[in-house]
C-alpha cells in the first residue's frame, strides 16, 4: 500500500512493476521488511519518498537501500529525548575503532559509532540551538580520553569564541584558534605536513599512513561555525585541499555549520564532506543541502539525521554538560608550564607539527 501509494513503481508499457516484499520478521521490538527494488528503478525515489514510509509506519523506522533492495525497519519505542552521556557505554562501543565518532543512539538501542579513517570528513548542520556543538564536545572528549596524543592530534577553530575552552591545555590539542588570521598559518603547517606525508607514502610505495612503518597521529581539523570563514580563501583553500587528499594522509575534517552555505560548500569541498549529520532546520530546502531530507521535522535538541555512506539514520546524541567534559577531561590537562617548557623545546622553522617527530 505504500509503494501505491507513493507511487512508487517502474513503468514497462502499460504495466507497473511495484517493489516487492521478500521478507516480513517480526522480533521483540521491531519488525522487518526486506523489499525489491525493480530493475530500472532509481532507490533513490524510494528515499524521497521516506514520508510516505512514515505515513504507513510511524515515525519510529529505519530504511537501508541499495540498488537491489530495500529494508525497512519498524520499531515500537521511539528514541528518547534526553540520553546521558556514559563514558563506560562510549568507550565499549568504540573498541578497535581507529578514530571513533560516537554519534548517539539509533532507533534499535545501539550507540552508533563510525571511523573517520574510512569516513573522513564530517559536515554537521542545524539550527541555532539543535545540539551541534553539544555533539562536537562529546565526540571530542570521547576522542580525547580515549586516544593517545601519539595517535590522534586535534586542530581546534573556535570562530564564535565560545565553546572549545574546555579542550585547551591537552596534549592532544595543537591549539584553538579563533580567527582566520590565528588559523591561517597552522593550516600551513597542516598542508606541509600533507606534503611531507605524502612524500613518505612514495618512498615506501604504500597507499595510507596507516601502513607506514613508523606511526603518525591522525590529524583532525574541527571548526565551529566555518561559515565565519566565507571569504577567507588562504583559510577556506586548504581546508578544501585536506578533503580532497587527506583521507590517504590521515588529515581529517569536522566542519560545523548553522545554515549550510551554499557558497561556502561549494564545489570541492561539500563533496568530499561525505558523512553528514543534520540537526533540526528551518525548513526542507535546508535540510536538501545538508543531505538529510526530513531534519526539518525534528522537533528535540540532540537529534539529528546521520548519514554515513548512504545510509540515514535517526540518533539522539548522548548529552555531555560543560562541568562533566571538564571533569573527565581535567586528568588529562597539562601544567601551564609543561605547556610553556614545550614551546621553548620546538624548533622555529618546520619540524613536524606534531611535536613527536
Ligand atoms: N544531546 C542533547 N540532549 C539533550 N539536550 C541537548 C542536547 N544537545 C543540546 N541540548 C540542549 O540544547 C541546547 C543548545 O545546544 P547547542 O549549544 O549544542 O546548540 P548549537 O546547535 O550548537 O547552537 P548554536 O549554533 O547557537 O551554537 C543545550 O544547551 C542543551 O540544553
Redesign the pocket.
Known amino acids: 500500500m505504500a509503494f501505491t501509494n507513493g507511487e512508487l513503481y517502474k513503468s514497462r508499457g502499460e504495466k507497473r512493476e511495484y517493489p516487492y516484499v521478500l521478507k516480513a520478521e517480526e522480533q521483540g521490538e521491531k519488525m522487518t521488511l526486506v523489499f525489491s527494488v525493480p530493475k530500472g528503478m532509481n532507490p533513490d525515489d524510494i528515499e524521497k519518498r521516506y514520508y510516505v514510509l512514515k505515513q504507513h509506519f510511524g515515525n519510529n523506522i529505519k530504511l537501508e537501500l541499495d540498488v537491489m533492495r530495500g529494508i525497512l525497519q519498524v520499531f515500537k519505542e521511539g528514541l528518547p529525548n534526553?540520553?546521558t552521556y556514559k563514558m563506560e557505554e562510549a568507550a565499549a562501543a568504540i573498541q578497535n575503532i581507529r578514530i571513533p565518532v560516537v554519534c548517539g543512539q539509533s532507533l534499535d538501542g545501539e550507540l552508533k559509532v563510525y571511523d573517520m579513517v574510512d569516513n573522513p570528513h564530517l559536515l554537521i548542520s542545524?539550527e541555532?540551538?539543535?545540539?551541534?556543538?553539544?555533539e562536537l564536545r562529546s565526540i571530542l572528549t570521547t576522542l580525547i580520553m580515549n586516544k593517545r596524543p601519539e595517535e590522534l592530534q586535534l586542530i581546534l577553530g573556535d570562530l564564535k569564541r565560545s565553546e572549545f575552552h574546555l579542550f585547551k591545555r591537552l596534549g592532544h590539542v595543537q591549539g584553538v584558534y579563533h580567527s582566520p588570521e590565528e588559523l591561517t598559518p597552522v593550516l600551513e603547517k597542516v598542508r606541509r605536513e600533507m606534503q611531507k606525508r605524502g612524500d613518505m607514502l612514495d618512498a615506501e610505495e604504500v597507499n595510507s599512513i596507516g601502513e607506514l612503518k613508523r606511526k603518525l597521529p591522525y590529524i583532525v581539523v574541527c571548526i565551529d561555525e566555518v561559515a565565519l570563514l566565507k571569504g577567507e580563501t588562504a583559510v577556506t583553500d586548504i581546508l578544501e585541499e585536506i578533503s580532497s587528499i587527506g583521507r590517504s594522509l590521515g588529515v581529517f575534517l569536522i566542519l560545523s555549520m548553522?545554515r549550510p552555505d551554499a557558497k561556502l560548500l561549494d564545489g570541492k569541498l561539500k563533496v568530499n564532506l561525505t558523512v553528514r549529520m543534520g540537526?533540526q532546520t528551518a525548513d526542507a530546502i535546508n535540510s536538501k543541502i545538508i543531505g538529510t531530507p526530513g531534519a526539518e521535522d525534528i522537533s528535540v535538541?540532540?537529534r539529528m539525521i546521520l548519514k554515513v555512506n548512504s545510509a540515514a539514520e535517526e540518533i539522539q546524541?548522548?548529552?555531555l554538560d560543560n562541568q562533566k567534559a571538564k571533569q573527565l577531561l581535567a586528568p588529562y590537562k597539562r601544567s601551564k608550564q609543561e605547556v610553556q617548557q614545550q614551546e621553548e623545546e620546538e624548533h622555529d622553522e618546520y619540524a613536524g607539527v606534531f611535536n613527536n617527530e
Request: glycine share 24%.
Open positions: 534526553k540520553l542545524g541555532t540551538g539543535s545540539g551541534k556543538s553539544s548553522q540537526f535538541p540532540g546524541c548522548p548529552w
